[in-house]
């Protein structure tokens, strides 16, 4: 299956520290895709990175990826309440689609 | 630019009922896709239309017929409702070769089959 599979399912950590997630697939990508989905809402995209590309920053959010592993890391660095929310990979082959894991519910605590 | 909106925002059907939900974006995007979203099973495609003219299936694309209205609109229908399609309905759109190949969720439709 071309799923990423995210890890934790659920994590639970305290405002200020940092929140990592992983992600691991099975086949070949052209990219991999982070989305941020708040409680009710739609999903909202967060940031991709190419499979030539090794790591990508965006404020708070870093991002790796070793293909060899076929495996990439969200960290959230300095995490506030704001950030509870579900997080989505999405793997993208050789098609126009993209295929989704299930997702890691992360909550942040005051 | 209101990004993706999706009509209606909840709807409850009987069995065997039919309905048609509505998605429209306003971004020029060539592609648009439906997904459904059910507990503990992440997103799954169930079609997709790279462009106007044009719409293939996804992962789960039985029970469901779409429509690629023109660029602007995408519609899922469902002929006859049953109880296994209540989830929550998300319709997205993309620009490949403009926007980075990310896509852009609309708020979702949740339904609701008794």
């Known amino acids: 299956s071309q799923q990423g599979e995210e890890d934790p399912q659920a994590l639970s950590i305290q405002e200020g520290e940092n929140a990592t997630m992983n992600c691991s697939y099975k086949?070949?990508?052209?990219?991999l895709q982070w989305y941020r989905q708040n409680s009710g809402r739609g999903l909202v995209h967060l940031i991709l990175i190419r499979s030539n590309e090794r790591e990508k920053h965006s404020g708070r959010l870093r991002v790796t990826l070793d293909t060899s592993k076929k495996s990439s890391s969200l960290l959230i660095t300095a995490s506030r309440a704001a950030d509870t929310a579900s997080y989505f990979c999405?793997?993208?082959?050789?098609?126009?689609?993209?295929?989704f894991g299930k997702g890691t519910k992360l909550t942040v605590n005051p | 630019n209101a990004g993706v909106t999706q009509t209606p925002k909840f709807q409850v059907l009987k069995t065997g009922q039919s309905m048609t939900l509505q998605c429209a974006q306003d971004m020029n995007h060539n592609s648009m896709y439906w997904y459904r979203q059910d507990p503990g099973m992440g997103l799954r495609l169930i079609y997709y239309?790279?462009?106007?003219?044009?719409?293939d299936k996804g992962e789960v694309p039985n029970g469901y017929n779409v429509s690629r209205l023109n660029k602007r609109e995408f519609s899922l229908r469902l002929e006859s409702a049953a109880p296994s399609q209540t989830s929550v309905y998300f319709c997205a759109s993309s620009e490949v070769r403009s926007r980075g190949e990310t896509q852009y969720f609309g708020p979702g439709t949740r339904l609701l089959v008794l």
């Open positions: 999405a793997i993208r082959g050789g098609s126009e689609k993209l295929v």
């Open positions: 239309s790279a462009s106007e003219g044009t719409t």
């Open positions: 086949t070949s990508i052209n990219n």
